[in-house]
């Protein structure tokens, strides 16, 4: 950054103007300068004019071979997508439950939906079994 360059900020203190723009041999020198012996991270970037935390990050990206000609960072693999309309139906609920034991223990249970479909189970009945046929059919 030129002397003439004039960084505005707002009342928090925080950069307003245009970010600095840096090529990749500005920031690769700017790294190397960073391995001299001796030299301070904080004390390059602050000649710089750079913050230190950034310096520390193109380092990584040295480390990484980031930072030479042509070096690009390997893309994302995009996967095709289809969209389409959702086939939720709309919710039922039970209208009716009526459960009848006999005395040979068979039992029916007709349960009637709003949409006026109904389901008569007739038999033996598990009591699990049911709860769950009708916590099932509750959901819909």
Known sequence: MSAEEKVTTDTLGRRTG????????????????THVRGASVATVARRR???ANQVFAWRQLYRQGLLKEGATRPSAALLPVKVGTPTVLPSERV????VKVERD????????????????????????SLARVIDLLVRR
């Not at 090529?23 to 790294?31: M, P």
């Not at 209208?95 to 009526?98: D, E, G, M, N, S």
């Open 95 to 98: 209208v009716r439950a009526a």
């Open 49 to 51: 004019g750079v913050n």
């Open 18 to 33: 245009p970010r600095q723009q840096h090529s990749i041999a500005e920031k690769r020198q700017i790294v190397e300068e």
């Open 105 to 128: 223990e068979r039992a029916s249970i007709e349960v009637k939906l709003a949409n006026g479909h109904s389901i008569v189970v007739h038999g033996r009945l598990h009591g699990k």
